[in-house]
């Protein structure tokens, strides 16, 4: 695995391109490890194995797939910052929860919705004198119905995941050419402009956001 220094041997002359370089350095091998980890599982997935190889070949691709390209991401951002987050819940309300979804490395076997529910349907189940094979059905119900949605949800979570960090990389690109100078006044405005009133959807935002970074710097 490359060993990167702890600072970056040259002068940034950008606060944003600072804290992302720092970011980028401190969190690179924790993410090469996940990146080595979904490669690893990707090629075994892709060869297949025994019988059962055709049959579950696109999925699992799709799924180490889907996982590699969000490492590969968030190593390059380091650090997902909340003040990004915030700027793009303009775009997607929901981002914090889908960001949380997709990155929790904590298994949430209850919340308090599914227990509510679950002592709703077993009060219920007493006041109408069920018997115990619905009570028991009652309990795990709410949690299975949870783990079902869940499933059925994290590949549009994954892939709503895909376009925030894509925005925050061209993001921060853009923010750290106006802090070098390397913007003029005109293309600054039409920056801040965006930024204040982000109201379109991730593609559009994200194709704006790279004109603005390249119309003075084309082999960005």
């Known amino acids: 695995m490359v060993k990167l220094l702890s600072k970056s041997p040259v002068a940034l002359n950008s606060p944003t391109l600072q804290q992302w370089d720092n970011s ?3 969190n690179y091998e924790m993410y090469q490890t996940e990146i080595d980890k979904n490669t690893y599982a990707l090629q075994r997935s892709i060869r297949g194995f025994w019988i059962f190889g055709k049959t579950f070949y696109p999925a699992l691709t799709q799924h180490y797939s ?6 590969q991401l968030k190593q390059q ?33 209850w919340n308090l919705q599914d227990i509510s529910i679950t002592a709703g349907l077993q ?16 309990l795990v119900l709410p949690y299975c119905a949870r783990v079902f949605y869940d499933y059925a949800t994290s590949y549009q979570n994954k892939s709503r995941a895909v376009e ?7 993001y ?46 084309p082999n960005l």
């Open 66 to 71: 889907q996982k590699l390209e969000l490492y």
């Open 24 to 26: 980028f350095r401190e």
């Open 164 to 170: 925030f960090l894509n925005w925050a990389i061209q």
């Open 172 to 217: 921060r690109k853009a923010k750290s050419q106006i802090e070098r100078g390397n913007l003029d006044s005109q293309v600054v405005e039409r920056y801040q402009a965006l930024f204040g009133t982000v109201k379109r959807g991730p593609l559009q935002v994200y194709a704006d956001v790279v004109e603005l970074a390249t119309q003075q710097n």
């Open 77 to 109: 951002l380091g650090k997902i910052e909340q003040s990004e987050v915030n700027i793009y819940k303009s775009v997607d309300p929901n981002i914090s929860t889908v960001l949380n979804k997709t990155f929790s490395t904590q298994w949430l076997w």
């Open 123 to 138: 009060v219920y189940a007493q006041l109408f004198n069920f018997g115990y094979s619905w009570r028991f059905g009652f």
